[in-house]
T-cell receptor
Framework: GNSVTQMEGPVTLSEEAFLTINCTYT??????LFWYVQYPGEGLQLLLK?????DKGSNKGFEATYRKETTSFHLEKGSVQVSDSAVYFC?????????????FGKGTKLSVKP | GAVVSQHPSWVICKSGTSVKIECRSL??????MFWYRQFPKQSLMLMAT?????????EQGVEKDKFLINHASLTLSTLTVTSAHPEDSSFYIC???????????FGQGTRLTVV
């Protein structure tokens, strides 16, 4: 079946460091891929998405490129801030881009120190 | 973005009792709501999908008689964990999708601890 594997956390970085959180997936067909972020005490929020191969999603300085050849959707940010501290979830949907029925990775907790 | 409010954010209950978790869409009509569960160090797993006014669709392995879902209006879905046991202790989170788009909006989640 479909699945998502993302790097285990926690990840601790200093402010302005480069961030990569790896995410790979297994799916039949052509899923849509998502990154969600959960700040402390809040619900998951959509960070970015990509619906087809080679698409690049970007938001708030974060980027991820849908790589079909490596079945990956790694999240990157060039310079993290303390306010980026949160839990990040990679997810896929095989329901035509709908975010209603999602398969999630385990989440990666990011802590950014000043 | 749209807001989904989930209540309570945490609850501790005794084994054998029932617990109700509410999921409300505050500023949009949610035609479909989804309930997920996350065990420690595991992924969020979809438990069930509910559409307003109809019975929920449960994922394989989820007991429908234990996890009662009611989606009585376009802004409210409830999940009731009946006769809770310690193994039901988990993080439960809902999401809602509205009429106008496919984006899902998530509640804050509920940490359930059964003692």
């Amino acid at each position: 079946g479909n699945s998502v594997t993302q790097m285990e956390g926690p990840v601790t970085l200093s402010e302005e460091a480069f961030l990569t959180i790896n995410c790979t997936y297994t799916a039949t067909g052509y899923p849509s891929l998502f990154w969600y972020v959960q700040y402390p005490g809040e619900g998951l929020q959509l960070l970015l998405k990509a619906t087809k191969a080679d698409d690049k999603g970007s938001n708030k300085g974060f980027e991820a490129t849908y790589r079909k050849e490596t079945t990956s959707f790694h999240l990157e940010k060039g310079s993290v801030q303390v306010s980026d501290s949160a839990v990040y979830f990679c997810a896929l949907s095989d329901h035509g881009g709908s975010q209603g029925n999602l398969i999630f990775g385990k989440g990666t907790k990011l802590s950014v120190k000043p | 973005g749209a807001v989904v409010s989930q209540h309570p954010s945490w609850v501790i209950c005794k084994s054998g009792t029932s617990v109700k978790i509410e999921c409300r869409s505050l500023d949009f009509q949610a035609t479909t709501m989804f309930w997920y569960r996350q065990f420690p160090k595991q992924s969020l797993m979809l438990m069930a999908t509910s559409n307003e006014g109809s019975k929920a669709t449960y994922e394989q392995g989820v007991e429908k008689d234990k996890f009662l879902i009611n989606h009585a209006s376009l802004t409210l879905s409830t999940l009731t964990v009946t006769s809770a046991h310690p193994e039901d202790s988990s993080f439960y989170i809902c999401s809602a999708v509205g009429l106008t788009n496919t984006e899902a909006f998530f509640g804050q989640g509920t940490r359930l601890t059964v003692v």
